[in-house]
T-cell receptor, first 117, second 111 residues
Framework: DAGVIQSPRHEVTEMGQEVTLRCKPI?????LFWYRQTMMRGLELLIY????????DSGMPEDRFSAKMPNASFSTLKIQPSEPRDSAVYFC???????????????FGSGTQLSVL | SQQGEEDPQALSIQEGENATMNCSYK?????LQWYRQNSGRGLVHLIL?????REKHSGRLRVTLDTSKKSSSLLITASRAADTASYFC???????????FGTGTSLTVIP
């Protein structure tokens, strides 16, 4: 299996531009997570999907951020408009949720390094 | 925030020594997991300990959990230069499958 695949690996954009980050989870996994990592705040959970449905988006910083999961093999995280403070590494992770709060381990992608100038 | 806190923030040891890092968390948990992150890479799962377990071993890793103190420790024995990485604890609550990560310990093993 190729693991969790994220694209692009690096994104440099100017303030005000729209940014779209992409994630392909491991085949067969039914839960997908988006995290943001910065030196100041560590790893923050942004949003969590289960069976393509957003379950918890309380970590999404503000309305400029949106995430979708149109099918089991693809998710996007969009920032519009982007701001310099959005600069961070964004990780996607997936797992197989067997229910009963089994909390299986997460498999992470390699991340997208976003720089907003 | 549900995030845990790792201690110390940074640790530097000689190859062959043992490395111990600690994690404290805030709420009741279902399980606690430790992950490793090499520079520029994603996190990789190391070990999981459930709330009804007190100690678990995996190779050179030993994890303890004290739910009364809301704390866990990760011990890496006979460290190697290749163990140089950041180590994170992650907790999940009894409801839902959200995973919340601590701030991480940066471990440097000097050859």
């Amino acid at each position: 299996d190729a693991g969790v695949i994220q694209s692009p690996r690096h994104e440099v954009t100017e303030m005000g531009q729209e940014v779209t980050l992409r994630c392909k989870p491991i085949s067969g996994h039914n839960s997908l997570f988006w995290y943001r990592q910065t030196m100041m705040r560590g790893l923050e959970l942004l949003i969590y999907f289960n069976n393509n449905v957003p379950i918890d988006d309380s970590g999404m910083p503000e309305d400029r951020f949106s995430a979708k999961m149109p099918n089991a093999s693809f998710s996007t995280l969009k920032i519009q408009p982007s701001e310099p403070r959005d600069s961070a590494v964004y990780f996607c992770a997936s797992t197989l949720d067997r229910g009963l709060a089994t909390n299986e381990k997460l498999f992470f992608g390699s991340g997208t390094q976003l720089s907003v100038l | 925030s549900q995030q845990g806190e790792e201690d110390p923030q940074a640790l530097s040891i000689q190859e062959g020594e043992n490395a111990t890092m600690n994690c404290s968390y805030k709420t009741s948990i279902n399980n606690l997991q430790w992950y490793r992150q090499n520079s520029g890479r994603g996190l990789v799962h190391l070990i999981l300990i459930r709330s009804n377990e007190r100690e678990k071993h995996s190779g050179r890793l030993r994890v303890t959990l004290d739910t009364s103190k809301k704390s866990s420790s990760l011990l890496i024995t006979a460290s190697r230069a290749a163990d140089t990485a950041s180590y994170f604890c992650a907790t999940s609550r009894n409801t839902g499958n959200q995973f919340y990560f601590g701030t991480g310990t940066s471990l440097t093993v000097i050859p």
